[in-house]
């Protein structure tokens, strides 16, 4: 059985988005991430295993994501997810914060894109949400996809993720 996890979730979503896109991304995120980093537990390493963790996550639209992704990324125009994690090895633990929820960092996702993206994977809006909410997740606790094999790995974890949520197809075709 696998250990509850306390997550200390900091949630927004821009109130200007589609009212539609807003009711169809109102998901259980609290528990569906708290969920998620239970199941990883075994997998991370051991700094990063935790009974507490706090991070952020925020449902924006193209507008506002194409802004972050020029100004993090260098890249112009709106993406689907953006991470920004908080655990870096070259930046050590403040002096008292052991025993405290571990930073994880923030996730934004753009409903926006998510919206128009869906169809083309297969997927509805709430798969699609979940599939892009676990990418972030992953890239917040460290994965990425250099190369193929590791996006291949990484897109396998996605889909077991959204699988354990009884998402159908999750898209693991949208070379993220």
């Keep these: 059985m696998v250990a509850a996890i306390d997550l200390d979730l900091a949630f927004a979503a821009d109130p200007d988005l589609a009212p539609e896109l807003l009711a169809a991304a109102a998901l259980p995120w609290q528990q569906l991430l708290a969920g998620w980093l239970a ?4 997998e991370l390493p051991s700094d990063l295993q ?3 963790y706090s991070l952020g996550l925020s449902l924006v639209g193209d ?4 802004e972050l992704n020029a100004s993090w990324r260098d890249k112009a125009g709106p993406t689907d997810v953006l ?14 914060m052991g025993d405290e929820a571990l930073e994880l960092g923030d996730i934004v996702i753009s409903l926006d894109t998510a919206a128009r993206q869906a169809p083309a994977h297969g997927n509805t809006l709430e798969q699609e949400l979940l599939f892009l909410a676990s990418h972030g997740l992953l890239h917040l606790l460290g994965w990425d996809h250099p190369d193929q ?7 396998q974890r996605q889909d077991a993720l959204c699988s354990s949520v009884n998402v159908q197809d999750s898209g693991s075709n949208t070379g993220l």
């Design 149 to 155: 094999p590791s996006l291949t790995a990484m897109l």
């Design 63 to 66: 507008a506002e994501i194409a």
């Design 39 to 42: 199941q990883l537990q075994a």
């Design 83 to 96: 991470a920004f994690a908080a655990q870096d090895d070259d930046l050590p633990m403040p002096p008292g």
């Design 50 to 52: 935790s009974s507490a």
